[in-house]
């Protein structure tokens, strides 16, 4: 287990200045080849993971907030659906981020994720996020218009601007006890293809498949770029972004797990601690309850 802690920590982007994407394989395994072992190593990390956000839900005093980013096909929905598996639902809530409603394009940007984040002892999902302010709206920057922002308040520098009020929001939950992990999920190109061809080939897997998928992968090089630019504008030592090697699903889900246990971990996280006056009301309890035996 102490080896998995390490094994996030490769993947860790902490400043992201001289971040390049070319850098990290998404067929990457970290030399763990056999399927079978991330799969066992993966359970035990499950029931650390169950352990520790016991203790966060009874300490009540932190919060986690989990965001997952990548392109379609990379696996977001079943890494979520599989690290989260053993959490208790009770300490954990899970959001998936669409197009933005009608009213939510009259709002801020940042504002119908900020309803969303977890209260104290919980840890909260994000499945896309605020993120794609900087990623499809600039790959498609005609989505501006829908968001009714002033023309004079869009200019060349709107981007950074994004860049640094989302580092200030982030620095902000941070100082109030809410921590935040993020998540890349860096997927190749003909592993997406092999993907998408899976959704047309396999009835069960139709009701995946979207032709908008397809347009936007014609996209691909802006998005990959508006990715590297994101990581390393936004990744910081109190809000790092996780570059996770999407191409072979045990592996990302392995390194998820150890990623968000390390988190866990750092946080000293313990068990209420019982006082005397409180000792001597389970006593009191316990005797009561013992006399009516």
């Known amino acids: 287990m102490k080896q998995l802690g390490k094994l996030a920590k490769a993947y860790c982007v902490e400043r992201g200045k001289h971040f390049k994407l070319r850098d990290f394989d998404p067929a990457d395994t970290a030399g763990i080849r056999s399927k079978e072992h991330a799969t066992a190593a993966l359970q035990k990390s499950l029931e650390q993971l169950a352990d520790l956000q016991n203790k966060l839900y009874a300490q009540d005093q932190w919060a986690v907030l989990l965001i997952f980013q990548g392109m379609d096909a990379s696996g977001k929905d079943g890494v979520i659906k599989h690290v989260m598996a053993g959490v208790n639902p009770m300490g954990c809530q899970a959001y998936s981020f669409k197009a933005p409603s009608s009213e939510e394009q009259q709002h801020d940007y940042l504002w119908r994720t900020m309803q969303r984040i977890p209260e104290r002892r919980r840890i909260g999902i994000f499945n ?10 600039r790959v498609h920057p005609d989505l501006l218009q829908n968001e009714k922002i002033p023309p004079s308040l869009i200019t060349k520098k709107i981007w950074e601007e ?23 999920l860096n997927l190749s190109k003909k592993e997406q293809a092999r993907r998408f061809l899976a959704r047309l080939d ?16 014609e996209y691909w090089d802006d998005y990959m ?11 910081t030592p109190a809000a790092p972004w996780y570059v996770v090697p999407a191409d072979n699903k045990w592996f990302t889900r392995l390194l998820v797990a150890s990623a968000i246990i390390d ?16 000792r001597k009301e389970l006593e009191k309890a316990r005797k009561f309850l013992e006399g009516k035996h």
């Open 202 to 217: 396999e009835p069960e897997k139709n009701w995946k498949f979207s032709a908008a998928d397809i347009h936007e992968r």
């Open 128 to 137: 896309r996020s605020y993120y794609e302010e900087v990623l499809i709206v």
């Open 263 to 278: 988190t866990l971990e750092k946080l000293n996280l313990s068990y209420p601690k019982v006082d005397a006056s409180r």
């Open 162 to 184: 994004r860049f640094e009020d989302m580092c200030a929001f982030e620095r902000y939950l941070t100082r109030n006890g809410i921590v935040v992990r993020k998540f890349f």
């Open 225 to 235: 770029h508006a990715y590297e630019d994101m990581i390393q504008n936004t990744a």
